[in-house]
Each structure stands twice: as structure tokens, then as C-alpha cells.
């Protein structure tokens, strides 16, 4: 019996299309960054001091993340290449062969904060103190890594299928649980301990597992389950796994080195003092929210991409990327807009002084002009991706990040500018992003692949 789920494995080019699929991710996408925001606004409440730590654990488990999130990727791309060839069982077979190697990752990267963490940020923070509660933080939160994992891989097989409108559920009780946990495991409400700081990382922790058995309900209600054969494919698969393994690493590498660079980016800005660290912490929200409508319609342009080559329909990529890139920018310069014309009230609700807010505007100027940035490079950087030449991802990952740290470098350490002058460098990184991306899809050396 075939449901709904997998009845439309196959998309078209249209901008109605890119919008079915685009807009549930972004809202999916937007639900964990309010959560955020509402985590850094209780944190706020404690004190700058645990606003600027949020900052730095914030990014490392960025890190773990997004070594998830190009795991996701590759899969994903996979899974919309055998849904444009329309063959669903295949699709079984690689998903579950992305659960085994995330689980693997998993490990390792638990292993890791245990064994290594603690000798990283002793060595690199200026501030002891502040490294000895990043490490607290980062031993309870880093336990959520397994359930984030298995999470994205569902969330990368709904948009994979064609089936992103189901994302919001389990993004939405997710966020509902953490925002809820925050308040009662930082403040002590409701009967629950007063753990301050580390009650952050016990809700982080625990609502992604509880995010994670709602997904797994929802693959099982809609019917994936049992039209991609889940339960029947779940053997490991050397071959499979292997051509997961290719497809994936260059993306794995290529997001790792790329949230690496931003936190020695924090790391440079941590050694500037407590308040700069803690406006450079609002501005991580600040792209984590305004982003989503980017991240969205390059998940979109991932898959799309990978699933009209799938259909043979190599003749339309151009035509569709330039689609999704013009609604991806439309949506970007409005909330460059909205932020520019009042940037006091976004930052006033983290709670801190005038003196705060006034500290922060430029450098909240500098970040609205890189999401417009950000809005099409992305883009064109996921169809790479979607053409399934992810060596080419990580070759203008590196040649970015290259540019980024040398910049950083300069700005931040050498020079000592203010750091708005930093936050520039996210025009240098999204600018080289685009230009390569661009130049390389327009000369259809991806058609060879």
C-alpha cells in the first residue's frame, strides 16, 4: 500500500514548489532558534557573565551539529535523487545506513568533549572561570548529540520525500519542552532544582530526546515506515554505507570547518571582555533566526536540485536555483530592513542595560547586510550539493574559511578594531561562497558527475 507520503516523490520547477517545500523547513528551522532566544534571555537574567559563556558552548556544540547537518546533507541529497528516480525502497536502505555512521559520530564526539574539551578551553579562554563553567556545561549538554542526530536524519528523510510540511511537529514540542525546562531547572520553578547555568544544558538535553520520539511517530503515522521498508532495511550495508560515507565527508568536513572558524572567531572576541562576547552571543540569535528563511530555501535548492537530475532533467537546474536564489533574497532584504529600521528592540529584550543596546547596533547593522549575503550564496552553495560533487562544497569551504580566519586574524588580534569590524568578515566568507558556487554550477562541469 502506498500513502500519501510517498505518492508525490517527484517535484517540479515552480515557484509554488519551492515554496511548499521551503516554508515548512523554515518554520521547523525558526522554532529552535526562538528557543534559543529564550534560553539567552533567561541566561540574561542571571548575568552577562552566563550570556557571554552561552556564547562559546553555544558554538562548540554548533560544531557537533553541523558535522550532523552535513552528514543530513549528503543524505538528504541521496534520498532526493532516488525519489526523482522514484524508486522508495532505495531510499529505505541509504536512510538507515545514515542512522548507523550518525550513531558512530555520536561517540566519537562525546568521547571527545570528555578527553579534549577541557584542555582547549583552558588553553585558548583568557578567563579561567569562565572556561571551568563552559566545561560543567558542555558535560551535561553534549549528551543530547545521539538524539540531535537521529533527529536531523528524520528531518533530512521528510524533506527528502517531499514531505517537509511534517517537520513543524516535532520541531514545535521540542522547543515548547525546552523553553518550559529552561525556566524551571534555571530559575527552580515548579518544584524543580535551582541549577541556574547548568539548567540550560539538562533542558537542551532532554527536549532533544523528547523532539526525537516525536519525529520517529510521525515517520510511523504518515506512513514512511512502511513504504520506504524502514524496519525491513536496517542491517548495516558496507556498499551503502560507503557511498553515504563519500557523499557525506566532504559536507561533514565542510560544515565542521566552517563553525570551527567561528568559534575561534569567538574565541578572539572572548579575549576582548565579557560584553563583547555577550553581544557577539546575540548575534549568533540574531542569524539563527533571520537565517532560517535562507538555511530553508537552501535545503529546498538541495533537494530540488538533486531531484530533477534524478528525473533527467538536467536542462532546468539553472533556471531553478535562480528561482529559489530571487524569493531566498526577496525575504532577506525585508529583514534587513525591518532590523536596520529598529534595531533597539530586538536587542532589548535580552534584558541588558541601554549601554548594551547602544554597543550592539552596529555590529547588528553589519550582520542584516551579511544575511542578505548569506540569502543567495547559500543558495547556490546547497545546489553543489544537489548535483552530488560535494568535493567541490568542501574545495570553496576551505578557500572561505582560508579568507575568514586571515581576516579575523588581522581585525580582531592584529589590529584590535572594534568589533563590528569583525562581524565584517561575514561579508568576505559569504561573498567568496557565492562567486565560487556561482562560477562553478554556470560551468556545468556538475553535468559530468
Known amino acids: 500500500m502506498t500513502h500519501a507520503a510517498t505518492a508525490h516523490l517527484r517535484v517540479s520547477v515552480s515557484n509554488k514548489e519551492i515554496l511548499t517545500l521551503a516554508l515548512p523547513i523554515a518554520v521547523a528551522m525558526l522554532v529552535p532558534q526562538i528557543n534559543f532566544i529564550a534560553n539567552n534571555i533567561f541566561l540574561g537574567a542571571l548575568g552577562e557573565v552566563e550570556l557571554a559563556v552561552a556564547g562559546i558552548t553555544g558554538v562548540y556544540y554548533l560544531i557537533f551539529s553541523a558535522i550532523g547537518y552535513g552528514l543530513n546533507n549528503g543524505l538528504q541529497a541521496l534520498i532526493a535523487r532516488r525519489a526523482g528516480e522514484n524508486k522508495p525502497r532505495d531510499i529505505g536502505v541509504v536512510f538507515n545506513q545514515g542512522i548507523w555512521i550518525a550513531l558512530k559520530i555520536a561517540t566519537v564526539g562525546i568521547a571527545c568533549t570528555y578527553l579534549f574539551a577541557p584542555v582547549v578551553f ?49 520541531t514545535l514540542l521540542e522547543a515548547a519542552i525546552n523553553i518550559l525546562l529552561d525556566y524551571a531547572l534555571i530559575f527552580g520553578k515548579w518544584g524543580l532544582p535551582h541549577m541556574g547555568f547548568m539548567g540550560a544544558a539538562w533542558a537542551s538535553a532532554i527536549s532533544e530526546a523528547a523532539g526525537l520520539v516525536v519525529m520517529m511517530l510521525v515517520v510511523r503515522i504518515i506512513g514512511l515506515l512502511e513504504d520506504l521498508q524502514l524496519a525491513r532495511t536496517r ?7 560507503r557511498l553515504v560515507l563519500m557523499q557525506s565527508l566532504p559536507l561533514i568536513a565542510q560544515h565542521a570547518i566552517s563553525i570551527i572558524s567561528w568559534e575561534f572567531f569567538y574565541i578572539m572576541i572572548e579575549h576582548y571582555g565579557t560584553r563583547d562576547l555577550a553581544v557577539s552571543n546575540t548575534m549568533r540569535n540574531v542569524f539563527g533566526v533571520f537565517g532560517c528563511f535562507a538555511w530553508s530555501f537552501a ?10 537530475i534524478g528525473q533527467g532533467m538536467q536542462h532546468r537546474v539553472q533556471d531553478l536555483i535562480w528561482k529559489i536564489a ?11 530592513l525591518l532590523l536596520n529600521l529598529a534595531p533597539g528592540l530586538l536587542l532589548k529584550i535580552y534584558g541588558q542595560d541601554e549601554d548594551f543596546v547602544q554597543y550592539a547596533i552596529p555590529v547588528l547593522r553589519v550582520v ?32 572561505a574559511v582560508i579568507a575568514y580566519v586571515i581576516y579575523v586574524w588581522l581585525v580582531l588580534h592584529v589590529f584590535r578594531l572594534p568589533i563590528a569590524w569583525g562581524w565584517a568578515s561575514e561579508w568576505l566568507y559569504w561573498i567568496v561562497m557565492l562567486s565560487m558556487s556561482f562560477t562553478y554550477i554556470r560551468s556545468n562541469k556538475w553535468k559530468k558527475k
Not at 549528551?143 to 511537529?169: A, C, E, K
Not at 542491517?235 to 554505507?241: A, D, L
Not at 549575503?373 to 568542501?394: K, P
Open 326 to 336: 530571487r524569493i531566498s533574497l526577496m525575504i532577506a532584504l525585508l529583514w534587513c
Open 235 to 241: 542491517r548495516f550495508n558496507m556498499v551503502v554505507s
Open 122 to 170: 583552558k588553553q585558548v579562554l583568557a578567563d579561567q572561570d569562565k572556561a571551568s563553567m563552559a566545561i560543567r556545561f558542555l558535560y551535561v549538554r553534549i549528551w543530547g548529540l545521539p538524539f540531535l542526530y537521529l533527529f536531523q536524519m528524520r528531518n533530512g528523510l521528510l524533506v527528502g520525500t517531499n514531505n517537509s510540511r511534517y517537520l513543524i511537529v516535532g
Open 368 to 399: 542584516s547586510v551579511a544575511l542578505v549575503l548569506m540569502s543567495a550564496s547559500t543558495v547556490w552553495l546547497n545546489a553543489v550539493t544537489g548535483t552530488g560533487n560535494t568535493r567541490v562544497n568542501l574545495s570553496i569551504e576551505l578557500v
Open 299 to 308: 535545503a529546498a535548492s538541495n533537494t530540488m536540485v538533486s531531484n530533477i
